[in-house]
């Protein structure tokens, strides 16, 4: 058993303390928003917040976990108004398949906590998430926008 | 499980897709094309013929029978529709038919497939009839209201006008009507200067769930009762399950079955899948790996090496003067050998599928590139008739190429059919996907190109030797054994054809077809055949001592479509301008899927081992471009994939099986190392060209000529990382 906080609530899970945090949030939590890209920390389709920190879910346990606030893509939002991020990625149109966006969003939203104007460097330096379909130029784009509003 | 390289097998998978697709089996509910018996949506809209459902409050929807996987066809699909029947774009939604109702209805929307960057330009030409069959019959729907001739009456943004009384209606109010008439046998296309929506870059209309979690991909799907499954194939491809010792894992937590799935896989099915994957992680298996397990990345190799020789059979592509005797007597010749790895589509979302079996019914659940074939699959598997199954399509995290197979369908299938009744999703690890790939073909080229005295290119020879992705996967298309598809980017004529004229000329084809299973990864042979074709070009400039793009279009006079791209990324990157200092470029042109591309690209090398690309520029011409946001974003993404392939990819064979397991052997591009792509759009009109995959082709060449330009090395083989270059 493990209680998580997530987006705000609490969560009593029935899992092994060993169990991903990743596999609790899309299994047993049910929020499915989050995704599962490779399992070892590479690609960041599964990152969340931890305590504000963006974090690849998939690479973090239940029991570490535990008494942090976790936010998933689907608590971003504060209640129907969007976040800045997801907006901005709707005003650019920027996913594809859409599959890596959530880990890429998050990642984001993370960067602009700490960074609200980001350069490129810090661009580069903080956004390792992988994308296959190449929706790089519209992530830069949506950042920039971001910042420069 | 069409795991083997057996045509045998394959060919049966061929019968029966066809068979399930055509009109054999056809439950024949003979509802014909919007007939006068209305046919209602779920939510009792009515039909305006098949392709487009009118509701009372205007909100139209569009049916989209090809799949979206992130390339925006469904956004572009419904554009053409919108634009002939002259609707409200805001008010405009899509749904997916499935391909059972398809089946139903003797295939009324045509075929559901989706590659070959064929989603749009196979089916422009029928989809905008379907949507302009909706507008006549809207329109008729209301001048028989008013007792007033059609003929004048117009239509504009889902408003009807009887234009000599000023009345209007809208399709929402006329939509019942309409659907009771007969639909016109015949209509008029707009034409292309007329159209208003088709050329917009209209936002995707697939966006926002995207941004929220909200979208339902197939790994999302959840049922009443759902049971999830991992799953491990033979790592050697052609080998069989020999045994598992299930007691090892019994009363492991969640563990509800452990499953044999066909002659081949094993699967552990339990209450969530971190439960059954942590299950089958410690469920000892022994396989029957068999004699492939001798093959090697070195055996292999070997074997397509001599197929270089041209004293083994090979297949003649595409043919001019006599290449070898001019090769022969000429004043100068230059040789070069090239070679390209397997490669994994590695989607995002690693394959999935849902499916439920009860005697009565079989259902499945997922991302597929092409919804009549994992049709076909749902049979074959359940062993029940078409009324009896049903395929729902939902959102891939990718497709690449690598959904257009049936395989995971298959298993969720075969696993489902094992518990019947409860609902299984099945999902594969990372590396299981990544064991279990149908690869981009392996192949090796050796070129040799002729001059006379006056460094004009009188000959070339192009001896390609390896693997045929038709003979493993639709043998029946072979042409007396030939793979016409391995010529793609260097036919003779066609939507991928050649672009420079040389007096004497052989292409061929030594088919040699290791025990790996190929697919259809984003390109297909266009991308080495692109690197070989325009890679050997910049050699040949050299020996001839010309620059790249002078010596290039000296041999393309008559091939104006593919000059006219490779002069507009020319100038848009200022070839006859000095790049800025320590900053190369490279130049590459192909055809591929009907479009011509060419792209170019600016680097820095530093050490010799440090790429920096600073820009790319990319043209296209695919005739006529529906939503150039969404070209712009392919164009892109090809560099994309195609670089991350050039740079990091590589799938190499050991034992038999394939030795990259997830992305820290297989990487894939970040952020940091992808230049913005400037494309430049030259749509010249009268042809539809796809845009997924032709860019693809020029992405490797590009870089790799630049890093000649910048070293004076020429690098001949894919990827970078085996030869200690690295992005920088």
Known sequence: ?149 | MNKHVSPRMNRRAFVIGSAAVGAGLAIGLDIPFGGPAVVRAADGSPEIGAWVVVRPDDTVVIRIARSEMGQGSLTGLAQLVAEELECDWTKVTTEYPTPGQSVARKRVWGDFSTGGSRGIRSSQDYVRKGGATARVMLIQAAADAWKVPASECTAANSVITHTRSGRTTTYGKVAEAAAKLTPPADVKLKDPKDWKLIGKGVKRLDTVDKTTGAMIYGVDVKLPGMLNAAIKDCPVFGGKLKSFDEAKIAGMKGVKKVVKVGDTAVAVVADTWWHAKTALDALPIVWDEGDNAKVSSASIAKWLAEGLDDAQPAYVGNKNGDAKAAIASAAKKVEAVYSYPYQNHATMEPMNATAIYTADKCEVWCGTQNGEAAFAAVLEASGLPAEKCDVHKVMPGGGFGRRGQTDYVRQAVMIARQMPGTPIKLLWSREEDMAQGRYHPITQCKMTGAFDANNNLIALHYRLSGQSILFSLRPEALQNGMDPVAFQGVAQSGDAAFGYSVPNLLIEHAMRNPHVPPGFWRGVNVNHNAIYMECFMDELAQAAGQDPLEFRRKLMGNHPKHLAVLNAVAEKIGWDTPAPQGVYRGIAQVMGYGSYVAGAAEISVTDGSKIKVHRIVASTDPGYIVNPAQVERQIAGSFVYGLSALFYGGCTVKDGKIEQTNFDTYNSMRINEMPKVESVMVPSGGFWGGVGEPTIGVAAPAVLNAYFAATGKRIRHVPLRDQNITFA
Request: proline share 3%.
């Open chain 1, 1 to 149: 058993m493990a209680n998580l906080t997530i987006n705000g609530k609490t969560f009593t899970l029935d899992v092994e303390p060993d169990t991903p945090l990743l596999w609790a949030i899309r299994e047993n939590a049910g929020l499915t928003g989050t995704k599962y890209g490779c399992g070892i920390a590479q690609c960041g389709a599964c990152t969340v917040h931890m305590d504000g920190v963006a974090m690849r879910s998939c690479g973090v346990t239940v029991s570490e976990a535990e008494g942090k606030k976790i936010t998933t893509i689907e608590g971003l939002a504060s209640g129907d108004s969007l976040h800045k991020v997801q907006e901005a990625w709707i005003a650019q149109d920027v996913p594809q398949c859409g599959y890596c966006q959530s880990g890429m969003i998050m990642a984001v939203a993370a960067l602009l906590n700490e960074k609200p104007k980001p350069t490129d460097a810090d661009i580069d330096e903080a956004i390792t998430n992988i994308c296959r379909c190449g929706t790089f130029a519209q992530v830069r784009e949506a950042i920039h926008t971001i910042a420069s509003a």
